[in-house]
């Protein structure tokens, strides 16, 4: 059973682009929800907070629908420093303790 | 902007040897994590820590793991005897709080490989 659940892609796009990530989880129980990023071999760093009203960040919009257990990640006007692999985090109980628990992540490479 | 530091960068380490993982946390987040990610797979949670003990674990954190914060600043990560399959990069991560409401950031993490 996946608990959090991406599209491994690669997304390969061009820069200006518009790309759509898409996450699932499936504890209905979780509480908090979050993008990070992660580059190749470093830390994951968060991104955003996704809220269910929806939330932008200059050219990133995150979306939450609770009731489908579904987060989305919108990135605009791609650059080429945005590649790199997007986690889908959620916070909640996860294997009976609370903890933030991870996607596998997709990786978005922007090409020139 | 505050960062979490860890030490060393990159260790290697015959199986069956001892490690220590050594981070320095926010220095007024109050709860401090371990996970870790072995290569080409996701991150996995390992121990969160709160007030001076072990406040959740996960099956992977099992006896051949503990942690310590032994003074002020310090926290650390002991693996008794390595396996082969402990090979994975190890990051710390400190919060302000409990919830996930801000998550959490994490440090630039130790590569270590069990020969």
């Known amino acids: 059973r996946k608990e959090v659940e991406q599209d491994p892609g690669p997304f390969n796009v061009p820069e200006g682009a518009t790309v759509a990530f898409n996450c699932t989880y499936s504890?209905?129980?979780?509480?908090?929800f979050f993008w990070y990023r992660q580059d190749c071999r470093k830390e994951p760093k968060l991104l955003m907070s996704?809220?269910?009203s929806g939330n932008e960040d200059g050219r990133f919009t995150a979306q939450l629908n609770r009731a489908s257990q579904y987060i989305s990640l919108l990135i605009r006007d791609s650059k080429l420093s945005d590649s790199a692999t997007y986690l889908c985090?959620?916070?909640?109980?996860?294997?009976?303790?609370?903890?933030?628990?991870f996607g596998k992540g997709t990786k978005l490479s922007v090409i020139p | 902007e505050p960062e979490v530091t860890q030490t060393p960068s990159h260790q290697v380490t015959q199986m069956g040897q001892e490690v220590i993982l050594r981070c320095v946390p926010i220095?007024?987040?109050?709860?401090f994590y371990w996970y870790r990610q072995i290569l080409g797979q996701k991150v996995e949670f390992l121990v969160s820590?709160?007030?001076?003990?072990?406040?959740?674990k996960s099956e992977i954190f099992d006896d051949q793991f503990s942690v310590e914060r032994p003074d002020g600043s310090n926290f650390t990560l002991k693996i008794r005897s390595t396996k082969l399959e402990d090979s994975a990069m190890y990051f710390c991560?400190?919060?302000?709080?409990?919830?996930?409401?801000?998550?959490?950031?994490f440090g630039s993490g130790t590569r270590l490989t069990v020969v």
């Open positions: 991560a400190s919060s302000e709080s409990a919830g996930g409401d801000y998550g959490y950031t």
């Open positions: 504890n209905s129980a979780s509480q908090s």
């Open positions: 996704v809220y269910s």
């Open positions: 985090v959620v916070w909640g109980p996860g294997a009976g303790s609370y903890q933030l628990t």
């Open positions: 220095s007024n987040h109050l709860y």
């Open positions: 820590f709160y007030n001076n003990e072990i406040s959740e």
